[in-house]
């Protein structure tokens, strides 16, 4: 089977918003304008990954990193993971956050940072993610992308 990893497309929503939906992952408030700063997996025309961020100024909150269960040890949540980090910096996002329930150990070995919720910059806070979705016992992680920050 062939795998590839692009830029997500506008008809990619349903697609994105199920695999996130199947694996537990918030996706209420996603739309077709958020899937311009998101990458997706595919195989052949299945969507079996996706990763994405919302940019706030230079910073941003990752969200989204999700590959299908059948594909999970593979090596493949890495590459979205790197894929969104390359398109962040491209853009001029020179830090990244993220919430995650049950990740914090593969992020904090790529580099990432626990951090208080309280320390991320108030637009990252004021995300639906941050504020709204996410539970209040999530971790949150913070990791420089840029050398400049």
């Known amino acids: 089977m062939k795998y590839a990893i692009r830029s997500a497309l506008p008809d990619d929503l349903p697609s994105v918003l199920l695999l996130l939906k199947e694996c537990g992952l918030p996706f209420e408030d996603l739309s077709a304008g958020h899937l311009q700063h998101f990458q997706v997996l595919t195989s052949g025309e299945s969507l079996v990954g996706c990763v994405g961020i919302e940019d706030r100024e230079t910073d941003a909150l990752l969200r989204s990193l999700v590959v299908s269960d059948s594909l999970r040890g593979n090596g ?22 993220l919430l995650t329930t049950t990740a914090a150990p593969f992020f904090e070995e790529l580099g990432y940072r626990r951090i208080e919720r309280a320390g991320a910059p108030a637009a990252i806070q004021a995300t639906n993610q941050f504020s709204l ?3 209040a016992s999530s971790t949150c992680l913070f990791k420089s992308i840029s050398p400049s920050h």
Do not use: F
């Open 76 to 97: 493949w949540g890495l590459q979205l993971l790197r894929a969104i980090e390359d398109h962040a910096e491209s853009i001029g996002i020179s830090a990244l956050y």
């Open 133 to 135: 979705l996410c539970p």
